[in-house]
């Protein structure tokens, strides 16, 4: 029983399927407590617990779910191709304002690390947070990062910023849908980008465009940081 819940079609159908489960709850609810990605984690963490299947058994098995992060991302380039029209003049505002996010990510990081005193390879493994999985997971490692650590963070920041983000955005009476998914983009990735695409087809065009910009930000001023504080 254990061998054939094991399997990778095994393991591929308990991950498809908890989500599943997941996005009919939460169409059901329609309360972002319940977004699909909590549910479908609680249901395939219990199955595993239940089955005693380990953590590096599952990775194998969802190897192929893992794999197709990186093309999801670049999908979300036809649904930016179909909003270009809306994009046209903004250009300048919309770099400048995913690299103030940039650096508002990474230096609250640093400020942190350098109040509590924090070790360097934590704060490695938090710097990368806003930046989407196949990104932020080279980067923690290329700068003495735990990649566990990081994984978890990118992952509850992701979903943090989309579970309480629009509100935030709601309360301040942002309403532009190219900075709210600037925002969404920016600093939740592809958790948010799925929540930015649920207010408007604008918001998650735009959200998916943060995503790239903000990988690339990231990218340059990590080692930046790390240059000014070495």
């Known amino acids: 029983m254990k061998e ?45 617990l239940l089955l005693g299947i380990d953590y590096p058994t599952f990775k194998q098995g969802a190897a192929f779910l893992d794999f197709l992060l990186g093309p999801s991302v670049v999908a979300l380039g036809y649904l930016l ?3 270009m029209g809306h994009l046209r003049g903004r250009e300048i505002i919309i770099l400048v304002a995913t690299l103030v996010g940039g650096l508002v990510g990474i230096g609250s990081v ?39 650590v990081t994984a978890i963070v990118v992952f509850f920041t992701g979903l943090i910023g989309s579970i309480v983000g629009p509100w935030i955005l709601e309360k301040c009476g942002i309403t532009n849908p190219i900075a709210r998914g600037l925002a969404l983009g920016s ?24 995503i790239g910009l903000t990988g690339v930000t990231i990218s340059l ?10």
């Open 81 to 83: 191709y179909e909003q």
């Open 187 to 210: 600093a939740s990735h592809g958790i948010g980008t799925s929540r930015a695409i649920e207010l408007g087809a604008l918001e998650g065009a735009v959200s998916g465009l943060a």
């Open 110 to 148: 640093i400020a942190l690390g350098l109040l509590f005193n924090l070790d360097d390879a934590l704060i490695a493994s938090l710097q990368p947070k806003s930046a989407t999985m196949p990104i932020a997971l080279p980067l923690s490692q290329q700068w003495g990062g735990i990649e566990s």
């Open 221 to 230: 001023l990590i080692p930046l940081f790390e240059w000014i504080t070495g």
């Open 4 to 48: 054939l819940a094991s399997s990778t079609p095994a393991i591929l159908l308990l991950v498809i399927g908890s989500y599943y489960i997941g996005t009919l709850l939460y169409r059901r609810l329609r309360s972002a407590w319940v977004h699909p990605i909590v549910v479908s984690m609680i249901l395939v963490i219990a199955t595993l």
